[in-house]
């Protein structure tokens, strides 16, 4: 069975500051990967996606992450951050039902960002 | 356009009553998802329509929990004998046609409280 484990619930950063945020999946074969951000009221937002190609992925609002395959890990990265980017962050990877992708969700991880 | 929408955003009911959670997908969207998300932890995948019929209804806890989507647009997800332990946000998405790399565009959610 395919999971994502997210393992900081929390993370704090000062506004400027570098982020990365960590994310490991188990999947039994190319895994479909995506990063989404949840801010408070608001639904789920897609900020990037890994399906194939290219290991380094760029999505929006600035983010990037990176796939390794031999860590088994999908990275969420932005190189500077806006006090705009505090939410909650999803780490997910699909598998294959009914002819669409069924996303598997991490527990997710808080970013709270400092002025 | 308009995105998901999801009524009510918030409903409170009590132990062992019924109740209805509508979902209203992206114009033209034929793919639509259901998902739970209890606190502190991220979407669980509840069931997957394809038009008018479930395509993956796998996700479905048990037998007191029931979907439709009888005019391939507007969702309702039904819950009998409400417990307590259903209680969390239901998630509802849409995508152009289901194939795995579109986007699942996500809904605010309805805030299901069972006291």
């Known amino acids: 069975a395919q999971s994502v484990t997210q393992p900081d619930i929390h993370i704090t950063v000062s506004e400027g500051a570098s982020l990365e945020l960590r994310c490991n999946y188990s999947y039994g074969a190319t895994p479909y990967l995506f990063w989404y951000v949840q801010s408070p009221g608001q639904g789920l937002q897609l900020l990037l996606k890994y399906f194939s190609g290219d290991t380094l992925v760029q999505g929006i609002k600035g983010f990037e992450a990176e796939f390794k395959r031999s860590q088994s890990s999908f990275n969420l990265r932005k190189p500077s951050v806006h006090w705009s980017d505090a939410a909650e962050y999803f780490c997910?990877?699909?598998?294959?039902?009914?002819?669409?992708?069924?996303?598997?969700f991490g527990r997710g991880t808080s970013l709270i960002v400092h002025p | 356009g308009a995105g998901v929408s999801q009524t009510p955003s918030n409903k409170v009911t009590e132990k062992g009553k019924y109740v209805e959670l509508r979902c209203d997908p992206i114009?033209?969207?034929?793919?639509l998802y259901w998902y739970r998300q209890s606190l502190g932890q991220g979407p669980e995948f509840l069931i997957y329509?394809?038009?008018?019929?479930?395509?993956?209804d796998s996700g479905l806890p048990n037998d007191r929990f029931f979907a439709v989507r009888p005019e391939g647009s507007v969702s309702t997800l039904k819950i009998q004998r409400t417990e307590r332990g259903d209680s969390a946000v239901y998630l509802c998405?849409?995508?152009?046609?289901?194939?795995?790399?579109?986007?699942?565009?996500f809904g605010p959610g309805t805030r299901l409280t069972v006291l």
């Open positions: 329509f394809q038009g008018t019929g479930a395509a993956d």
């Open positions: 997910a990877v699909g598998g294959v039902g009914g002819g669409s992708y069924i996303p598997t």
């Open positions: 114009s033209g969207h034929t793919a």
């Open positions: 998405a849409s995508s152009l046609n289901g194939i795995f790399y579109n986007e699942q565009f």
